[in-house]
């Protein structure tokens, strides 16, 4: 033992492991191995038997050259139907080993297996520093097997292993015969997109892309190891920027998955134990795979420029109208004034005539008197610390009673208590949006950040075709686009505080127009309506940092709050006395947001999450009905059931009398009708996409009360003014082409993420945004248009007496 150089300790360890080793395969495995190793050919089939006795190494040599990459292909068929054991293959190379059994088990769900006996695999190629030199590399077989298993072994170079920018291959893959190839970035290109197309849905893929080193992760229970990757079933695209690679170069591997579950496939149930060896079938697929290069950054320039440029044209036609109009009233208070009339003379409301008479009045009040006016003005007054209408228990059902109310009925509390209670509004949306904000931008940086380290792009539903990455975010243009909602919501905020001003400058010097005429001036709701605009862009920007099944709320929360906070803008305009307080509005829409959440989770395929659904929504609706009906004078007690049924009873079978309130009535039943069947179908069709389908039901209901409420303002002998006819013209046309451009559907997150892709489509706007950017786009515009709608729409009343303002 000394003699060989070996401790006697050291000895003995390798005794016992010895030892270890026959015990554990037996005598069998005793006698030596014959090892043969034969002198091999590319492109040539090598048919050959093994056994646990005999143990073959196929020898091959190739010239590797520094500017020249060749893909090397092993292929390998067991030809013997039921071997005792796998036949194990490993090819020894340079700076890599590469092994696999054949038969290749491969696991799916539920640990199913599929056992593969052809099997193909290609040799990653570590770069080489010299200009050119020849290379050698093993294929050993062997196998424990004690029968003979005969095999068929083939060895070929890979056609088109290297990638050409924008020139296609194709190529066929299985679960066991995945393909990868190379692509080298050329100089200049910085991004390139990688897109890979199928003519079948099924078997489900993967595409990946992968540094240049080995092991190359090719198969189905590792290709999600290392690299970006994502299923697809006719289309994957996967952008890749430079900066990501330092060799300047990536692997492009497509697999082909044992099972379909994960693209949407038919989820089978298999009563088989998981040791049961499953029959792979055919699962062939046919793919193309091209490398095209991706915009540049004055794409990106261009981008930004258009995006700011649309809006900032808004702010600019803005100011235009506003100069325009000032100097029309200009001209007319100069007419005035030269006849002697006073400047306080009923003008157009929020014109700079105002700010003249403003002017005049001031110079001929004591100073004492403007201060105690602001002073008043600006005083901090609750509506619970002191009545404002000493008569209104006793008086204000014989008022609601009247067959045909009037404003100035319905406008009796205090003016400072209403602002104040319609300036709740606003500071509680502000809040909501604070609390709302913060958590949701911490939420999708995490999700940007898992997307960016795992490399799974199943992750996020984005449209691949039309995805430009900039810095950490994976979609930068559908962010982009969302600027619009930003910006048109603080220009019109900005003309909201406009008119807020001249208002009230207008009652500090008591003007009669603005205190005894048209409909009373609240502006909370408008500035609530205004931040919900702009907080709808900043979590629909959120929402498209990394779109999916789970944060798909923050982007419809407050489409349901800018639907809500309209429609009650509208009632408010006519009823401003009994509007609902900002505390019960914001619990209803906090209602709906549950619900909302609720249909996500769990109302696919829920039977009694649908129907719980319908009755309340049916429920609410009637409740709603009648507090409209009745103006509400009427309490839900206990006493509720008697007086229906007493009114039932005076009203329908005593004697047949009409409605008292014609017109609403009409009104109610519409609503009635549209309500109890979007309930119906929602019952029946159990629409997947429930958060769209509750936004249906809100838009439905703000259209059907907005043609009610114009109806009723023509009906009543009022018109409209050119600015409100144009904007409402506007509005409906671009309203028209937003919807056509968010029904193209770009991606879905009721499908799998393979699915969601088939509906990827190419940019179409200056080669950077898609039609769901141009949905942003166009719904920004028309969400400001219809609320410079509201806002205008009544301007024609600012010199009507209220006693002359019909309430509808």
Not at 230 to 237: E, N, P, V, W
Not at 239 to 264: I, L
Not at 534 to 561: I, K, R, W
Request: with cysteine; hydrophobic share 45%; aromatic share 14%.
């Amino acid at each position: 033992v000394k003699g060989c150089g070996f401790e006697p300790g050291l000895f003995s360890c390798f005794g016992v492991l010895l030892l270890t080793t026959h015990v554990l395969y037996g005598e069998a495995n005793t006698n030596t191995s014959v090892v043969v190793q034969k002198d091999a050919q590319f492109d040539i089939t090598y048919l050959d038997t093994v056994t646990s006795e005999n143990q073959t190494i196929y020898a091959f040599n190739h010239t590797v050259s520094k500017n020249k990459t060749e893909g090397v292909r092993v292929s390998v068929e067991l030809l013997s139907e039921r071997p005792n054991g796998p036949v194990l293959f490993v090819v020894r190379q340079k700076q890599a080993v590469l092994s696999f059994q054949v038969p290749l088990i491969l696991r799916g769900l539920y640990q199913r297996k599929y056992q593969y006996t052809q099997v193909g695999r290609t040799l990653c190629q570590p770069p080489t520093l010299a200009l050119s030199e020849m290379q050698f590399f093993y294929v050993d077989v062997s196998t424990l097997s004690t029968s003979g298993v005969h095999y068929q072994l083939r060895v070929s170079r890979v056609e088109s292993f290297t990638l050409q920018t924008d020139k296609k291959f194709t190529f066929n893959a299985t679960p066991s015969q995945p393909q990868f190839f190379k692509y080298v970035f050329p100089d200049g290109e910085d991004t390139v997109i990688v897109k890979v197309n199928s003519q079948k849905n099924f078997p489900c893929s993967v595409m990946s892309i992968q540094d240049i080193q080995c092991p190359v992760y090719d198969l189905d229970n590792n290709v999600a190891f290392i690299g970006m990757y994502q299923t697809m079933t006719k289309t994957g695209a996967i952008t890749v920027q430079r900066k990501d690679f330092p060799s300047n170069s990536f692997y492009v591997v497509v697999v082909v998955k044992t099972e379909d579950e994960a693209c949407g496939g038919p989820l089978k149930f298999y009563s088989l134990l998981p040791d049961e060896l499953l029959d792979a079938g055919n699962r062939s697929k046919t793919l193309d795979v091209v490398v095209s290069p991706a915009i540049n950054s004055n794409v990106y320039i261009m981008g930004v420029l258009f995006c700011l440029g649309i809006f900032l044209s808004f702010y600019i036609l803005t100011f235009l109208v506003a100069c325009i109009e000032n100097k029309r009233c200009f001209v007319c208070v100069c007419r005035f004034v030269g006849k002697g009339l006073s400047p306080a003379s009923p003008y157009e409301y929020g014109s700079f005539g105002e700010l003249i008479s403003f002017a005049l009045s001031l110079s001929e009040r004591p100073l004492d008197v403007v201060g105690r006016c602001r002073q008043e003005s600006l005083s901090s007054v609750e509506e619970d610390d002191y009545d404002t209408l000493a008569d209104i228990d006793s008086d204000k059902n014989i008022v609601r009673t009247k067959k045909y109310l009037c404003v100035s009925d319905l406008a009796r509390k205090d003016k400072r208590v209403l602002n104040k209670k319609y300036q709740i509004y606003f500071w509680n949306i502000a809040t909501i949006a604070v609390f709302y904000a913060l958590p949701v931008i911490q939420l999708v940086i995490t999700y940007q950040t898992v997307v960016n380290v795992t490399g799974n792009q199943d992750i996020c539903y984005y449209n691949f075709l039309c995805a430009h990455p900039l810095g950490a975010l994976s979609s930068f243009n559908n962010i982009l686009s969302n600027l619009g909602y930003v910006m048109l919501g603080l220009l019109f905020l900005l003309i909201v505080l406009q008119r807020d001003i001249l208002h009230n400058r207008a009652l500090m010097r008591n003007d009669t127009p603005a205190l005894e005429c048209g409909i009373p001036k609240h502006f909370g709701l408008f500035y609530a309506m205004g931040t919900a605009l702009m907080m709808e862009g900043l979590l629909s920007a959120c929402y498209h940092v990394c779109p999916n099944y789970t944060n798909f709320q923050f982007d419809t929360s407050f489409m349901y709050m800018i639907a809500g906070l309209c429609m009650l803008k509208l009632y408010q305009k006519r009823h401003p006395d009994i509007n609902a307080s900002a505390y019960s509005a914001y619990a209803c829409l906090a209602a709906v947001i549950f619900f909302s959440v609720l249909g996500v989770v769990f109302g696919k395929g829920n039977t009694a999450f649908w129907v719980v659904f319908s009755v309340i929504h049916i429920v609410a609706t009637m409740l709603l009905s009648t507090q409209l009906y009745y103006v509400g004078r009427w309490r839900l007690d206990s006493g509720i059931l008697r007086r229906i049924l007493y009114v039932i009873y005076t009203d329908c079978i005593r004697q047949c009398s009409g409605p008292m309130y014609i017109d609403r009535m009409v009104l109610l039943v519409m609503g009635n009708i549209v309500n109890w069947s979007l309930a119906a179908y929602g019952l029946i069709k159990r629409p997947n996409d429930f958060a769209s389908y509750l936004l249906a039901i809100a838009i439905c209901n703000l259209l059907l009360y907005f043609a009610f409420y114009i109806i009723m303002k023509l009906r009543s002998g009022e018109r409209v003014l050119f600015l409100a006819l144009v904007c409402i013209l506007f509005t409906a046309v671009v309203w028209g082409f937003a919807l056509f451009f968010f029904f193209q559907g770009l991606s879905t997150w009721q499908k799998t993420p393979a699915e969601s892709r088939e509906h990827n489509r190419d940019c179409i706007l200056l080669s950077f945004f898609d039609d769901h950017d141009i949905w942003h786009f166009l719904s920004s515009i028309a969400m400001f248009g219809s609320f410079l709608v509201l806002l205008t729409m009544d301007d024609d009343l600012d010199t009507i007496q209220r006693e002359k303002i019909y309430v509808f």
